[in-house]
């Protein structure tokens, strides 16, 4: 495969384009963060206002994202900023530097501008890395050791690199150098030096990893046990411990985050936390009644609870976790709220409702049938944990309608990715109305074909032998699409959303949930 030839603008354009990209973006109020697709859709209008050709798209997308982004890099104080440069900005023929397992260990011997820009960083305070890729900084802007990051890159990199700035919502810069090749580079250092050293009135930043720790603290089995109606009887220690169970945590995670971002504070009430374990409480209540109507003995590699404590004292626990979790709702005073809560747990019965239905009675169905059983089962456990985290925050109700939108393409993305992991797993699988399995029903609508599936006592094994297995992979290769269109539908709904640091926010949530 022929490398691709990226084109860099001249220096006479260069300054034409930044300086139009600068208007455009005024002109548009933009709010970060900008999906992949949106950038390029407006790196197109540029350069056609501009007279420009598309060959310059990639360049001209970067650069839009920069100044998207400027104002919160530039609010973002000096100390908790980092500066990436490349080690092909050195003279290769001169340099004396020696390379770590960090990076390149400059001598300042004059001989690039490599020297002139790090010394600059440390007057401001800006921490600095020669070394190569942004990735090489990901883990201190996840891990919360810098907020912001400036980083100078070819375009060569940047296409592997600059996605994962866009998807993590990083408040970044990247400037590409000014030609291509890995070594004696050159970059505009002027410019570099403009955006290095922009500044404005310091915003608050959210440290979120903290806010995980929070959660994690608020389900300890102590303060549980505080919370929850105390009884010595066995469905309350057993409802205890399996709420106090390992577990991602998800739902009260994004409550809380969501809190924060909306309401630009971390300090979190009883009443937060409270909400935060009603929405786990309700979460854990449905795994004990779903695993039981799925006949599921297992979940995650580990007994489900009717596994280890039979079904009735299952279906009791379960029981026990909503009265627990409609009792802390209740005790926060909000109607709105118990009717975010109540709303989601019908829509939720009706979506496993028809999924019992077709189990009972197994027949072709549609992938918009199947859709349909992901919006309502799958889709409400992240509208709740958002709703929810509004109302707190007494947030927007504009925002209502967006969140909603955004819950439902998530849902289905995260549903239909799912269905793909089981068929790729080791694990053998029941059959169900899924997405592939409906998309099947679809491509070969013959009536033995689904007969035959329907009663293979391992549908995964049956559609992987020879020779449906390329039916499947085509149907597996048509799913990840639509996974890929509803994760993109989901982002470009929060384009809606105005709120930079709530926008950032559910970017970075769908990039780990959707990983």
Not at 9 to 34: C, H, N
Not at 222 to 232: I, T, Y
């Amino acid at each position: 495969m022929e490398k691709k030839i990226y084109h860099i603008p001249s220096a006479e354009e260069r300054t034409e384009l930044r300086q139009a990209i600068k208007d455009f973006v005024a002109r548009g109020s933009y709010t970060p963060p900008l999906s992949m697709q949106h950038l390029d859709r407006l790196a197109v209008e540029v350069l056609r206002e501009q007279s420009f050709g598309p060959e310059a798209k990639e360049w001209t997308m970067v650069e839009l994202h920069n100044r998207v982004w400027i104002n919160v890099v530039a609010a973002t104080p000096y100390e908790r900023r980092i500066l990436l440069l490349p080690k092909c900005l050195s003279n290769s023929a001169l340099c004396c530097a020696e390379i770590d397992d960090i990076g390149l260990l400059c001598h300042r011997c004059g001989n690039c501008h490599i020297p002139t820009l790090e010394d600059r960083a440390a007057e401001l305070g800006i921490m600095s890395i020669v070394a190569e890729g942004f990735t090489a900084v990901m883990n201190l802007i996840k891990t919360g050791v810098v907020d912001a990051v400036i980083g100078v890159s070819c375009l060569d990199s940047l296409e592997k690199a600059f996605p994962l700035l866009v998807d993590n919502a990083v408040p970044g810069i990247a400037i590409p150098l000014n030609m291509a090749g890995c070594k004696d580079t050159n970059v505009d250092t002027d410019y570099v030096l403009e955006l290095m050293e922009a500044r404005t009135d310091e915003r608050a930043v959210i440290n979120y990893n903290a806010i995980k720790d929070t959660v994690a603290e608020w389900f300890s089995r102590e303060n549980l046990a505080k919370c929850m109606v105390r009884g010595s009887d066995s469905s309350s220690r057993i409802a205890l411990d399996w709420l106090a169970g390992n577990g991602k945590r998800w739902r009260p995670y994004i409550f809380a985050a969501t809190y924060a971002a909306l309401s630009r504070s971390t300090e979190f009430t009883d009443e937060h936390r409270r909400v935060a374990i009603a929405i786990e409480a309700f979460h854990k209540a449905s795994l004990a009644h779903d695993d039981i109507e799925d006949n599921d003995h297992k979940r995650y590699g580990k007994p489900t609870l009717h596994a280890m404590h039979g079904t009735s004292i299952a279906i009791n626990v379960g029981d026990m976790l909503l009265g627990e979790g409609y009792r802390m709702i209740g005790s926060c005073y909000r109607g709105d709220m118990t009717a975010v809560i109540a709303d989601a747990h019908i829509a939720l019965s009706q979506g496993q409702g028809m999924e019992l239905e077709w189990c009972a009675s197994p027949r072709a169905i549609t992938l918009h049938e199947v859709l349909d059983i992901f919006r309502l089962k799958t889709s409400p456990a992240f509208e709740v944990s958002l709703l929810l985290a509004l109302l707190c925050a007494n947030g927007n109700p504009a925002l209502t309608a967006p969140l909603r939108a955004y819950s439902s393409a998530l849902g289905i993305a995260y549903q239909l990715r799912d269905d793909v992991e089981d068929f790729y797993s080791d694990e053998p699988i029941a059959l169900r109305p899924s997405s592939i399995f409906a998309l099947l029903c679809e491509m070969c609508p013959d009536e033995e074909f689904i007969r035959m599936m329907i009663e293979a006592e391992d549908i995964k094994t049956l559609l992987r032998s020879e020779p449906l297995r390329p039916l499947l992979d085509e149907a597996v290769e048509r799913i990840r699409e639509m996974d890929m269109e509803y994760h993109q539908r989901a982002l470009d709904i929060l384009e809606a959303i105005d709120d930079t640091e709530l926008k950032s926010l559910l970017y970075r949530l769908t990039a780990k949930i959707l990983k």
